[in-house]
């Protein structure tokens, strides 16, 4: 009972602070305001049961990441979608700091696009944020017919109040980079965002920066590649991205491609610095390991250098006789101090200080498992590179590597899981289907930098009652350093 009431009295004061000031909407001021935020009590996520065994829906999971709760690291509450294989994959909210000028908008309502089936889900998060329910359900026909987009991705709140949501594909299964646009109230497809006729030709994942008229996107793959899993030979068909594309924000036109070459191949993820008179940020490439630094020429276009370089490994045992690190999820502090990264095959995640924007330098490192451990089938050659010891916690051994990241908003916690795409799961760590994913928190040191395993912390998505699940990307209810942008 007393620690219902703290918690309660905590959300009202919080309320009247977040809702007194003149004219505020959802969201912060500014990204270091962020940081000065409540800490994060729940989280949410999707958890994903295509290819695996067990033939239930996605649903999306209510974590307690309260250390004072007595309910510390539980699932509280599963919402399951309606259908089966959806692949439930990213989110995102129907309004964040974008439109925090805006008092009439609320961030109640988190968006769901489905990898797979092309669905986006609209979940209700507002009337008991710690029990969601739905809201409302798009069809993938409504994306066929309207938008001629499928395989929708990353969803971004816009300051106008509409819902931006990136693409993988056309209907058919062929790459296509485009942008759905909902209505920001009933939720709707409005339409493409991008110009009639100027898609890109794959796509993935976006950010924007409206002072500099900018917005860049990335991409994966053709989804006809995807479905079943990675095959080398689908890179040099040319199925795989390598290019980010810039577009004009306000014609909605695509006015430059940068080709990064094989050194920047399969770039996922995109951040621009938070600072939204910041005219740079980096992008993670999959494939070659690498991190590109991109940004605004004294001639007003875009351009990209590599920055960070994670090599390849030697290795017996494994599918091919080099081994990627496989860059799979980037994100920087709201104070664009610290870029943070995560290495899929290797086995860990990384931390860069980026004051020297040109320049990053590594601070942190932690291994939380991978395909190079100890015990393990692969063997490295690599004379500078040996194998790390099986990640274990509370007697728990971590299958699969660390794959999606969140930070908290005071940057001392990074929270992390183990999944990244269902078939890919089931190609490179069979026994992460049969065991279930986790997540991690890590400890980290915001004054000169360093990474800790929190030993304390874990939830094991193995043990959901339907069976083990694949939990993939953490969101906040109050909004992160991944899903709030600042105009």
């Known amino acids: 009972m007393l620690y219902e009431s703290t918690r309660n009295l905590t959300h009202l004061l919080f309320f009247f602070e977040a809702t007194s000031c003149s004219g505020c909407g959802p969201g912060y001021r500014d990204p270091l305001e962020a940081m000065k935020g409540p800490r994060e009590e729940i989280v949410y996520l999707p958890c994903i049961y295509r ?19 007595p309910n510390y690291c539980k699932v509280i509450h599963r919402l399951p979608m309606p259908n089966l294989r959806d692949e439930l994959h990213h989110s995102g909210w129907n309004a964040c700091s974008s439109c925090f000028g805006d008092a009439s908008k609320k961030r109640n309502r988190l968006i769901l696009p489905c990898l797979v089936s092309s669905r986006v889900y609209v979940v209700d998060v507002g009337t008991d944020p710690r029990a969601p329910r739905m809201h409302k359900i798009i069809e993938p026909t409504d994306l ?6 499928a395989h929708p991705h990353t969803s971004h709140c816009l300051g106008s109040g509409q819902i931006m949501i990136s693409t993988l594909g056309d209907p058919s299964g062929n790459g296509k980079g485009g942008f759905v646009l909902l209505d920001g109230e009933t939720f709707e497809v409005i339409g493409n965002w991008e110009a009639p006729g100027d898609s890109a030709p794959m796509g993935y994942d976006f950010w924007y920066q409206p002072r500099h008229n900018v917005m860049i996107s990335t991409e994966w793959g053709a989804p006809k590649a995807l479905g079943n899993g990675f095959n080398p030979a689908d890179v040099k068909a040319g199925l795989y991205g390598k290019r980010l594309h810039v577009w004009d924000w306000t014609t909605h036109k695509r006015v430059q491609t940068i080709d990064l070459g094989e050194e920047g191949a399969i770039p996922l993820e995109i951040r621009f610095l938070h600072d939204p008179l910041a005219a740079e940020g980096y992008v993670g490439c999959a494939l070659s390991g690498s991190i590109f630094r991109f940004y605004k020429t004294p001639v007003n276009n875009w351009s990209a250098e590599k920055v960070i370089s994670v090599p390849s490994k030697k290795v017996e045992g494994w599918a091919l006789p080099d081994m990627p690190s496989l860059i799979t999820d980037i994100l920087i502090s709201l104070d664009d101090r610290f870029l943070y990264f995560s290495n899929w095959l290797h086995g860990d995640i990384r931390q860069y200080d980026i004051t020297d924007r040109r320049n990053p330098q590594m601070v942190g490192q932690v291994f939380l498992g991978g395909s190079i451990v100890n015990g393990g089938p692969v063997k490295v050659l690599d004379k500078e590179f040996t ?3 099986p990640c274990v916690i509370k007697g728990k051994k971590v299958q699969g590597g ?12 990074l929270y992390v899981t183990t999944s990244l795409y269902s078939a890919w799961d089931k190609q490179f760590y069979p026994d992460l289907i049969k065991e279930g994913s986790v997540m991690m928190q890590i400890d980290v040191d915001t004054a000169k930098g ?12 193995g043990a959901e009652p339907e069976g083990p699940a694949l939990a993939h990307e953490v969101r906040y209810p109050g909004g992160d350093c991944t899903s709030d942008i600042w105009v």
């Open 450 to 461: 360093g990474l800790k395993l929190n030993e304390n912390f874990l939830v094991d998505f």
């Open 402 to 413: 660390p794959q999606m990241l969140q930070l908290s908003l005071d940057g001392k916690r």
């Open 51 to 69: 290819n695996t065994d067990i033939l239930k829906p996605d649903y999306l999971a209510t974590v307690d990441v309260d250390p004072k709760s």
């Open 387 to 389: 194998c790390q010891p």
């Open 144 to 149: 066929y017919w309207k938008c001629d987009l």
